[in-house]
């Protein structure tokens, strides 16, 4: 099963919900555009390829909902859909990269009611499926960067759940494995959310990949006893000149690897590369409600005290300097990212 699925039959979209893996295994139901910003907006479906996708599918949601047969007023709910879903988070490019592919590509069908609703389900449908073929193909340039015997320290979560299918990061471990390499994944457990201790943890195990979970202030010890053969992560948004955003915890990361001399390497579709930001500190970082820092519990319990006050932002910028490569679809790029990037971007035809 995908993690995002269309039901053409009811004309609906339905989805894993990650907020409640790996203790249970349960879809969600989406039936309107404000159902998919408020599954993207609380973190049923998450990842920034997914929740690209699950954009499209909103967008067409929001057409075949729509009581009105007037082409001109459909139009306009398409807009109006996208732009409630872009809103929906704001660090993660892949959202608005989806809406203005879906406007882009329904420009054509907009002049009839009938074609614009069958045309947007028809690009949603193949942005689903370019993803899945995306990632395998990032997954097979990724793979020959892992040697037989490794210890990869993983950051988040960048599988299959992150995705329409497959994966990206964890894509690219997953590839490795099934190539016959022999790899060892120390899971990073990614607080607040734990996307690594749930669902990293829980993608590995059905692929059966040897791991052990370690909490995020652990990767530095193992960084510099030597343990770790290279580390690998997922992006947001990656700038011009390859500054990647991406999970809180990631440059802290990529600070203690780079100083250790382990490689780093972001992996992510080109779908995720906003070349009209020519730096990282103009990436808007999405800063989350405190409580979820604020309700850790331990034995039961609430660890922080009632009156505690806390930040949350859900991501951070890696400056380029830490990264030793960027696998995308089209190859891995390597340094300087700022001369290389664009024609990975836009390869030539
Ligand atoms: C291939 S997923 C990329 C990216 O998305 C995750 O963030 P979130 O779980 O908040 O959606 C994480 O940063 C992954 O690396």
Redesign the pocket.
């Known amino acids: 099963m995908r993690t995002l699925e269309w039901n053409a039959e009811s004309g609906e979209m339905i989805m894993i919900d990650q907020r409640i893996l790996p203790a249970r295994f349960e879809r969600v139901i989406c039936r309107t555009a404000e159902d998919t910003a408020e599954a993207i907006r609380n ?1 049923t479906v ?6 690209g996708v699950s954009a499209a599918y909103g967008m067409a949601l929001a057409l075949l909902r729509a009581r009105t047969d007037s082409a001109d007023a459909l139009w306009a709910e398409l807009e109006r859909a996208g732009a409630l879903l872009t809103a929906a ?1 704001p660090t ?1 490019v892949n959202l608005a990269w989806a809406v203005q592919r879906v406007l882009a590509e329904c420009q054509p069908a907009r002049g009839s009611a009938a074609a614009l609703r069958e045309q947007v389900v028809a690009v949603a449908e193949r942005m689903a499926d370019e993803d899945v073929e995306v990632n395998r193909r990032i997954s097979t340039f990724g793979a020959e960067l892992i040697q037989d015997g490794d210890t990869i320290i993983h ?4 599988g299959a759940l ?2 329409v299918d497959w ?3 964890l894509g690219v471990i997953r590839m490795a494995h099934e190539q016959g390499k022999r790899v060892h994944v120390l899971v990073d457990e990614t607080r607040p ?1 734990l ?1 690594g201790a749930r669902l990293t943890a829980w993608e590995l195990s059905q692929y059966r990949i040897p791991y052990e979970i370690i909490s995020d202030n652990m990767a530095g010890h193992f960084l510099r006893s030597g343990q770790v053969q290279k580390v690998f ?4 948004r990656v700038t011009a000149n390859g500054d990647v955003a ?2 809180i915890g ?1 440059y802290m990361l990529a600070l203690a690897a780079h100083s250790n001399h382990v490689p780093v390497y972001s ?2 579709p080109t779908s ?1 590369v906003d070349l009209s930001l020519a730096h990282g500190d103009l990436i808007p970082i ?1 800063e989350r409600d405190p409580m979820e820092v604020l309700g850790l519990e331990f034995e039961g319990q609430r660890v922080t005290p009632a009156d505690a006050q806390a930040r949350n932002p ?2 951070d910028v890696t400056p380029n300097h830490l990264l030793t490569g960027l696998v995308t679809e089209n190859g891995v790029v390597y340094p300087p990212f700022v001369e290389h990037l664009p024609r990975f971007v836009r390869p030539a035809a």
């Open positions: 973190m998450r990842g920034a390829p997914a929740i988070r993660a950051h988040c979560n960048t992150a995705t994966g990206t990061a959310r996307q992560f997922g992006a947001d991406n999970k990631s992996v992510f995720t999405e859900a991501f």
